[in-house]
T-cell receptor, first 116, second 111 residues
Framework: DAGVIQSPRHEVTEMGQEVTLRCKPI?????LFWYRQTMMRGLELLIY????????DSGMPEDRFSAKMPNASFSTLKIQPSEPRDSAVYFC??????????????FGQGTRLTVV | KQEVTQIPAALSVPEGENLVLNCSFT??????LQWFRQDPGKGLTSLLL?????REQTSGRLNASLDKSSGRSTLYIAASQPGDSATYLC??????????FGEGTQLTVNP
């Protein structure tokens, strides 16, 4: 398996524009996570899905952020409208959660978002 | 609320030295603890996973220990090499499959 695949790797956009980040989890994994990493706040969990269903979105900062998982192999994180303070690296991770003690999370390479 | 703290925030050592990175967490009701490595501008690479019932895990020159009752984990790196330079993050998994991360320790191994 190629691991968790995120696209794009880098995104530069103007304030007010819509941004869509994409993620393909590892095949067979039933949990998918979206994280945001900044210098100030470190790694923060935004939302996670189990079997394509959003379980906990309490980390989503504002209504401008939304995430979907239409099927087991694809998820999107959308920011509309984007603001400069959204600039960060956004990571997607997946895991197989049948036995939580043994569950290891695997991360994608991240999308570096810059909003100017 | 689970809080994870890593000490030190940064560490610089000469090549060949053995070193210990520390991670502490406030809520001992964890499923497991995972150590990651992050290179600049890159994603997170999983190094070791310790289940809540385990005391330690080893992989090559890396050894991670877990003391759940005291809320502590250590990552021991033997015979450090310049290629070990990276940021090391620990994360604990609590109920609901959430991973909570520490701030990381930035390690520099000087040749």
């Amino acid at each position: 398996d190629a691991g968790v695949i995120q696209s794009p790797r880098h995104e530069v956009t103007e304030m007010g524009q819509e941004v869509t980040l994409r993620c393909k989890p590892i095949s067979g994994h039933d949990y998918l996570f979206w994280y945001r990493q900044t210098m100030m706040r470190g790694l923060e969990l935004l939302i996670y899905f189990n079997n394509n269903v959003p379980i906990d979105d309490s980390g989503m900062p504002e209504d401008r952020f939304s995430a979907k998982m239409p099927n087991a192999s694809f998820s999107t994180l959308k920011i509309q409208p984007s603001e400069p303070r959204d600039s960060a690296v956004y990571f997607c991770a997946s895991s197989f959660g049948a036995a939580l003690m043994n569950t290891e999370a695997f991360f994608g390479q991240g999308t570096r978002l810059t909003v100017v | 609320k689970q809080e994870v703290t890593q000490i030190p925030a940064a560490l610089s050592v000469p090549e060949g030295e053995n070193l210990v990175l520390n991670c502490s967490f406030t809520d001992s009701a964890i499923y497991n603890l995972q150590w990651f490595r992050q290179d600049p501008g890159k994603g997170l690479t999983s190094l070791l996973l310790i289940q809540s019932s385990q005391r330690e895990q080893t992989s090559g020159r890396l050894n991670a220990s877990l003391d759940k009752s005291s809320g502590r984990s250590t990552l021991y790196i033997a015979a450090s090499q310049p290629g070990d330079s990276a940021t090391y993050l620990c994360a604990v998994r609590i109920s609901g499959s959430r991973l909570t991360f520490g701030e990381g320790t930035q390690l520099t191994v000087n040749p």
